[in-house]
Every structure is written in C-alpha cells, then in structure tokens.
Nanobody, 115 residues
Framework: QAQLVESGGGSVQPGGSLRLSCEAT????????MGWYRQAPGKQRELVAT??????NYADSVKGRFTIVRDKSKAAVYLQLNSLRPEDTAVYYC??????????WGQGSQVTVSS
C-alpha cells in the first residue's frame, strides 16, 4: 500500500520561508483532493490548504502567504510557506482524499517559527 512521505519542515525566524513536500511511495488511484493540515499544541487539527477538481482552497489565516501546488504526474503535493509567523508553529500533515480508497496521511512535519 502506498504511503505519503513528507519532508522540508524546520525552524525559522518570523518572516522566513519554508517549503514542505509530500510524495507517495507508490501509486494512488482515484485522487479527488490533496491538501495540507496542521495541528498546534493543545489545538485541533485544522485545514491549511487543499487542491482538487481545479480548485484551491486556503484557510483565511494563510491566504496570500502560503501556496499549494500539486504535481499531477505523480501523487505529490507541495506547500510554500512565506512570511511565517509564530502562530504558524505546528505539525503539518499532508493528505490525499480518494474517491474509493479512503484517505492517506503523511507522517507529519514540524514547523517552528520563533525568534
């Protein structure tokens, strides 16, 4: 069974940038949507951005700062994080939603924004 492997997390100062990557180890069929979610300590997991069906969707808190890109040649999705703020600190998870095979989740990538 395919797995999602994330990379690119790390620590940056406020105003800095990071790029998160998520790629499947094998083939995933019937993909409806790919996206990124995050979970900060003591908080519920929340949507960051999704892409699918020709549409992209962003949380209000990241609009204009984050960009999601999907590679349709393979099951891969990327998240460019610019103008990072301390409140962006969280574990970021990529996800793939399929039509018939359920959802896939990455292992999580820590993003820490601190001066």
């Amino acid at each position: 069974q395919a797995q999602l492997v994330e990379s690119g997390g790390g620590s940056v100062q406020p105003g800095g940038s990071l790029r998160l990557s998520c790629e499947a180890t094998g083939s995933i069929k019937y993909i409806d949507e790919m996206g990124w979610y995050r979970q900060a300590p003591g908080k519920q997991r929340e949507l960051v951005a999704t892409v699918g069906g020709g549409n992209t969707n962003y949380a209000d808190s990241v609009k204009g700062r984050f960009t999601i890109v999907r590679d349709k040649s393979k099951a891969a999705v990327y998240l460019q994080l610019n103008s990072l703020r301390p409140e962006d600190t969280a574990v970021y998870y990529c996800s793939v939603r399929t039509r018939f095979l359920g959802d896939y989740w990455g292992q999580g990538s820590q993003v820490t924004v601190s001066s």
